[in-house]
């Protein structure tokens, strides 16, 4: 084929995958206004508008015309001509197609009807603290699952092809040193931090907050950092979350307690953290499968990044606690700048892991990637679940729950299938730490910043060195180009030997 | 073909267009979301996303299986053993592909290029009130249509066919004769008016109210009506509409006016009317063409009959206006109630069609018919428009425009080609007079209704009557099965006599 035949395909496949990422946008923006007020009779038929848009979006994914257009493409005489980030659009393309492709479309369909139902299924359990009633659907979906795996193949470990669906690249062996590393260090410093005398007051934070109180100062904090108002908005939802509809839309949600003072705040800086990702990617990905993060381990270093290093660091307090307290007018006279930041600092080992303070964050992590690791390598049955979470609650946490309730059925996840994300969450507490240390030596000055308020080198710095990119690079090329390094789970363990020595005065 | 033929031809249609309705219904929420908050950076990206879904939508609307399908359901032996509603689904459904067919794609790709750019000049050119930088996109619009119009046919008249397309089967000899007797008596009517000793004090109308109130009371006053606030919910933007994007999902907004009472509340009142209408169509039409209103003008005749001959009504404001007094602590303290009903019935002659009075509208409506008319058999040239219609406004209204921004250049409609819509407005009054005659047979006691607080028997009234038929009945149809006759203009004209005989003391 000509050049003139390369340059036609090569057009073509872009405006497939934009038209693609047309019917994606258009499904985000019906999920973010379901759960942002859709008048709830309109929710019935809005969902089949959702499954058509979907089902549409399915059958061009897997469609004969995209094999076609792959295959001509990833010959290495055309392959080679591509630029690096059309190899990588390329490359990932090929990788969702062969994902989707090797699902044969009625063992797809089966799978989606069970996840749905499981969820529904899950709530009442979880409501009604009743494990066998959500254990039969458990138990289809891990079976799915390990025929998926066995569909699309694995290396090493079945539970490695489930984690590269969230962190691509990632494997059990790499889990098993970080995690390893990190519990080794966590556990006892965990052990001092409950054995110091030096526990923080904490009372304070639990007065009555008026809801637009917290609102206006959730949306000052935002623009401090850099989050663009022009570019999104804030709405409220049960559950908070941020979505990235296009770089120019990145819409994010929080939750006000009035009972609260922190609640509110910390859910909007972290999804203020997803959305400055999603705000600053640059635009000439827009349209194509790289226009999003790249991994969800990355994305959750850059929400734990500015929720926790940042926005509970004591710079941050000595600059915002005066703004604080002129917010709550009168309801923080009392109470000193320093004992208001070892207060959100506080580490309780709890049994909710969305309730968990930032170190033992990680270990209700662990709990859930050993349970899976295990379930994939069929060294557990899903019947043995309850008996092995409360174990290892136990275990890593020293605490065990009163029913299944608030121990095994506590997390959405494994009803919707999504064996494989849980690790993201501390993968990204790994990466935050290990990017600051570098921050650090970039911007020496980086305490200073923060507590002059002066967020904003910090957001261009994320900006330059990870949120442009997108998907352009992977996870392993973010860490390395930014840190030197592969993940290393020593920079978290020495930020957190600092950070709470310091503050239990251990 | 066999029975089992036959049943799946006709499974296969109804899911085709369900399909569609999924379409539609997608990019109406995206509308609506561009218009209540969307973040303006997205929007360019956004725009695409509306772009590729109503291309697809198009696509659907004119390919080789709708002909098929359409081929094959027309056919006698199969239309006859359609039900009354299929057969319906069917005929709407071959009238809207025969008209997008007849176009040339290339034709109409060339002719939505026009009109968007049409619609930018616009707003430059009233916002400068310079005629000449809008006309020659107007002309080709105007020639536009008169070319598809020969493409799709037309009896009698030209602007038949355009006319047909907001109401069906509406024709310039019935507007002639309608709108004719209407200014008959109107244009008398309204000299008498201005001339007479007893003009309402209006004064009070105009201070400063809260818009937190103004928004409250505005809800109140929904509620009242029968808005389904689970099937829908109210917004602020600068341009009040309704959309209904399902009948479990229509919403409605309205704009806050500062000084003036009246501008929010019977904005709300109106598109509340348009979307009781919406709310109230059967469930059993979900998904089918016929799952919205069946024209125009039955559309404006429910905003309408609510916003005027129920809002604007004396024993509305008995009931009301101690709730408007308390909503607004104080401020109308002094103002008995029957000068505040006279107040919010003020005639006065105007340049502006959407500010104008129940009664002038009708003249603003009848100046753009005439232009319109005459544009269309090709009687006047684009070029001599702001001439003929400052002579029209001076001969049917009596005030000329300072210049072509209040005047020719007032309204969007022509920018994007919708020629034939303004009728509708006015169609929507005599509509509404002529059924209010008919819910006074039917409902007694119809003040008292009202007086008493009492709208819902009102509104189910209508829903049985008009609103869960949607399309399913054309407005002839719905018109003469509520009133027993065709569209007749002397019952606007009586209500004109007797409300405004009343209110003036003629």
């Known amino acids: 084929m000509t050049t003139n035949g390369f340059i036609q395909k090569l057009t073509e496949f872009k405006e497939y995958l934009k038209i693609m990422k047309s019917y994606e946008e258009a499904v985000g923006l019906i999920y973010w206004d379901m759960r942002t ?16 848009l979907s089902g549409e979006l399915f059958k061009m994914s897997v469609s004969e015309k995209m094999g076609e257009m792959l295959a001509y493409l990833t010959e290495q005489d055309h392959f080679s001509k591509l630029d690096r980030i059309e190899q990588r659009i390329v490359t990932e393309s090929k990788k969702d ?37 959500f254990q039969p659907y458990l138990e289809k979906i891990v079976a799915a699952n390990l025929e998926f795996i066995d569909l699309w193949g694995y290396e090493g470990h079945k539970y490695n092809t489930l984690l590269d669906m969230y962190e691509p690249g990632m494997t059990v062996a790499k889990l098993d040193q970080v995690f390893g590393a ?48 022009e570019a ?52 000439d990905l827009i349209g194509t499968p790289l226009c999003t993060g790249t991994s969800m381990g990355i994305h959750e270093s850059q929400s734990r990044f500015w929720e926790n290093m940042i926005g509970r660091s004591r710079p941050f307090w000595k600059r915002y606690y005066g703004d604080l307290q002129n917010n709550y007018s009168g309801q923080f006279d009392n109470v000193p700048v320093e004992d208001f930041y070892r207060a959100t600092n506080e580490v309780k080992p709890s049994l909710i892991r969305i309730e968990a303070d930032e170190l033992t964050y990680n270990l209700h992590i662990m709990v859930r990637y050993e349970i899976e690791k295990e379930l994939f390598s069929e060294t557990i049955r899903v019947a043995d679940l309850p008996e092995a979470w409360n174990e290892k609650y136990k275990d890593y946490l020293g605490v065990s729950p009163a029913n299944n309730g608030e121990g095994v059925l506590q997390d959405v996840h494994w009803s919707g299938g999504a064996f494989g994300y849980f690790p993201s969450y501390a993968l990204g507490n790994m990466y935050a730490a290990q990017m600051m240390r570098t921050i650090r030596k970039e911007l020496p000055d980086f305490d200073g910043l923060i507590e002059g308020g002066n967020l ?37 363990v020495q930020y957190f030997n600092e950070k709470y020595g310091d503050i239990y005065k251990l």
Chains 1, 2 share one sequence.
């Open 37 to 52: 007020g859709a008048p709830k009779k309109g929710i019935s038929t809005r969902s089949e508008v959702v499954g058509v």
């Open 97 to 133: 197609y062969d994902r989707s492709k090797r699902i044969p479309p009625q063992k797809y369909q089966d799978y989606v009807v069970l996840t749905a139902q499981a969820e529904s299924a899950w709530e009442d359990a979880k409501h009604q603290s009743d494990y066998a009633m």
């Open 182 to 229: 990190l519990r080794e260090k966590v556990v006892p410093l965990l052990a001092a931090i409950q054995a110091s005398p030096h526990q923080p007051k904490t009372d304070f934070l639990k007065q009555t907050f008026d809801k637009e109180k917290q609102k206006k100062f959730s949306l000052y904090i935002l623009k401090q950092m850099g989050y663009d108002f």
């Open 232 to 283: 999104g908005r804030l709405d409220e939802t049960v559950h908070p979350f941020a979505t990235g509809l296009n770089p120019g839309d990145v819409r994010i949600t929080t939750r006000y307690l009035l009972d609260d003072v922190n609640s509110a705040l910390f859910g909007t800086i972290h999804e203020g953290g997803h959305a400055l990702y999603e705000q600053n990617i640059s635009k």
């Open 456 to 492: 904003l080198p910090i957001k261009d710095w994320l900006a330059e060195k990870v949120y442009r990119h997108g998907k352009a690079l992977t996870p392993t090329e973010i860490i390395t180009s930014v840190t030197g390094e592969e993940l290393n789970p020593d920079y978290l």
